[in-house]
C-alpha cells in the first residue's frame, strides 16, 4: 500500500490471515462494506471486503502456501478511499497499471492470457497476464509451467483496463 507521493505505507501478502490485512487496509482507508459472497464453479463461498475500487475476496477454506491464497484482490476503480490503487511500478508498465489506463499501456512482461466475448454483456475482453511470480514444481507435473501474476481485463469497446484481479494462477492447464 503506498501514499499519494508512491511512500510505503504497509505491505500485505496473499498467504498472510485475511483478518489482518482487512484491518490494515481500513487503518488507511476507512472501514470496508462486506459482503457474503456465495462462490462460483472455480471459487469456494466467503465475504467480500470493499472500499470503493478495492475488493478483497476472503475465501471460506484457508490458503495453503505457494499454491492457494487466502485471499484475493480485485481492483475495478482507480482509487480506493483517498488511494490511488494499481499495480506497482514495473508491473505491467513502467510506472504501473491503473483502471482506466489505455489497454495499450500494458507493455512490461506481459504474457497474453487471450481474448473473449462475454456472453452475457457482449462485450469483448482482452486478457493480459502480468508480473509473473515463479512457483516451485509440482511434484506430479515437475515440467509444468506454474505462476502467479496479475490479470488485466481491457475491454476492444473502450480500449480501456476495466479490471485486474490478483493473484492470477497458472498451474499449467
Given at each position: 500500500?503506498?501514499?499519494?507521493?508512491?511512500?510505503?505505507?504497509?505491505?500485505?501478502?496473499?498467504f498472510?490471515?485475511?483478518?489482518?490485512?482487512?484491518?490494515?487496509?481500513t487503518?488507511?482507508l476507512?472501514?470496508?462494506?462486506?459482503?457474503p459472497?456465495?462462490?462460483?464453479?472455480?471459487?469456494?463461498?466467503?465475504?467480500?471486503?470493499e472500499?470503493?475500487?478495492?475488493?478483497l475476496y476472503?475465501?471460506?477454506?484457508?490458503?495453503?502456501?505457494?499454491?492457494?491464497?487466502?485471499?484475493?484482490?480485485?481492483?475495478?476503480?482507480?482509487?480506493?478511499?483517498?488511494?490511488?490503487?494499481?499495480t506497482?511500478?514495473g508491473v505491467?508498465?513502467?510506472?504501473?497499471l491503473?483502471?482506466?489506463d489505455?489497454?495499450?499501456?500494458?507493455?512490461v512482461?506481459?504474457?497474453?492470457a487471450?481474448e473473449?466475448?462475454?456472453?452475457?454483456?457482449?462485450?469483448?475482453v482482452?486478457?493480459s497476464?502480468?508480473?509473473?511470480?515463479?512457483l516451485?514444481?509440482?511434484?506430479?507435473?515437475?515440467?509444468?509451467p506454474?505462476?502467479?501474476?496479475?490479470?488485466v481485463?481491457?475491454?476492444t469497446?473502450?480500449?480501456?483496463i476495466?479490471?485486474?484481479?490478483?493473484p492470477s494462477a497458472?498451474?499449467?492447464?
Amino acid at each position: 500500500m503506498l501514499d499519494a507521493d508512491g511512500g510505503v505505507l504497509a505491505s500485505f501478502d496473499y498467504f498472510q490471515p485475511t483478518t489482518e490485512v482487512v484491518a490494515g487496509l481500513t487503518e488507511y482507508l476507512g472501514e470496508p462494506v462486506d459482503t457474503p459472497n456465495p462462490g462460483s464453479i472455480e471459487s469456494s463461498p466467503g465475504v467480500d471486503h470493499e472500499w470503493g475500487g478495492l475488493r478483497l475476496y476472503d475465501t471460506d477454506t484457508p490458503g495453503t502456501p505457494p499454491e492457494i491464497p487466502n485471499h484475493s484482490v480485485f481492483v475495478t476503480g482507480p482509487t480506493a478511499g483517498p488511494l490511488p490503487i494499481g499495480t506497482a511500478a514495473g508491473v505491467g508498465a513502467p510506472s504501473g497499471l491503473h483502471v482506466g489506463d489505455p489497454g495499450t499501456s500494458v507493455t512490461v512482461g506481459i504474457e497474453s492470457a487471450g481474448e473473449y466475448t462475454n456472453p452475457t454483456t457482449g462485450r469483448t475482453v482482452v486478457l493480459s497476464r502480468v508480473g509473473l511470480i515463479e512457483l516451485p514444481p509440482h511434484p506430479a507435473a515437475p515440467t509444468e509451467p506454474r505462476n502467479f501474476a496479475v490479470i488485466v481485463h481491457s475491454y476492444t469497446d473502450t480500449g480501456l483496463i476495466e479490471q485486474l484481479i490478483a493473484p492470477s494462477a497458472n498451474f499449467g492447464v
